[in-house]
């Protein structure tokens, strides 16, 4: 029944959780639109009341990629939340005083929110953003966070092509590989276009260590074939436009 479906119901508390700020818009005359990734529920979308305008705490703690506590209620069929005492723990604020942790903090949140599902519970995702705010924070390479995050958001949806096997023909392949630009997945000598791009060991090296390691483990050098296939792999199976990334390709240190 249409009318029931409208029915948003009783509002449902979610309870207090600790979330990371993947998007934040103006709405209204005071509000803000937020989506923020949590362990619990994911992608949640909400909206916090009467918060913009002036210095308010919640208004600080909105920004893209703070680590911040929040009240999160819900009806039953409502497809936005109700966001209540924002709180920040972890602020993303000094990376907005340099154009290229900036663009980074904006690209690894825009990924976040490519790649996450929206209501259902994605510990590691969270755990995930949570690392690179810290690591971003700490001094890590912008073109390293974001490379790592494409990585780990793919493979956590499911969506990164296994290297070591022929996308066209499935015979096993050796480093370095070939890999098609339609879509960034590996081809066989044999099945490979003459257009085809290629991950040297140095690559393949970087991306067999950020599957086992913490973002500060993979070093400070990401070998120049790395953030280029992931843009590929990105770009082909994302159902939108990318346009931080984008931003972060011109603008920031994954340039060239
Ligand atoms: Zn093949």
Redesign the pocket.
């Known amino acids: 029944m249409v009318a029931s479906a409208r029915y948003h119901g009783p509002m449902q508390p979610r309870g207090d959780t600790e979330a990371v700020v993947l998007d934040s818009l103006p709405y209204a005359d005071r509000h803000l639109l937020i989506s923020v990734l949590t362990a619990e529920s994911g992608v949640v979308r909400g909206v916090a009341r009467s918060v913009r305008g002036g210095k308010t705490p919640a208004a600080a703690a909105a920004q893209v990629l703070s680590l911040i506590r929040l009240e999160i209620f819900q009806g039953a069929h409502a497809e936005l939340a109700t966001f209540r005492r924002l709180e920040l723990i972890e602020s993303s604020y000094p990376l907005a005083a340099e154009l290229e942790l900036f663009a980074a903090a904006s690209a690894v949140s825009e990924l976040l929110l490519t790649f996450c599902p929206p209501n259902e519970p994605a510990e590691r995702a969270f755990r995930l953003g949570r690392m690179v705010l810290a690591g971003l924070l700490g001094g890590v390479r912008p073109e390293v966070a974001v490379a790592y995050t494409a990585q780990w958001t793919l493979a956590l949806a499911g969506l990164l092509p296994p290297l070591d096997i022929?996308?066209?023909?499935?015979?096993e392949i050796e480093p370095p590989v070939a890999t098609r630009p339609s879509d960034g997945h590996p081809?066989?000598p044999?099945?490979?276009p003459a257009d085809h791009r290629r991950l040297e060991r140095a690559d393949l090296g970087f991306l067999a260590l950020a599957r086992r390691r913490s973002l500060t483990e993979v070093g400070d050098t990401l070998p120049v074939g790395v953030g280029a296939w992931l843009d590929q792999v990105v770009h082909a199976v994302a159902e939108r436009r990318l346009p931080a990334l984008d931003f972060f390709r011109i603008h920031g240190a994954g340039r060239g």
């Open positions: 022929c996308a066209s023909c499935g015979t081809v066989c044999r099945c490979r």
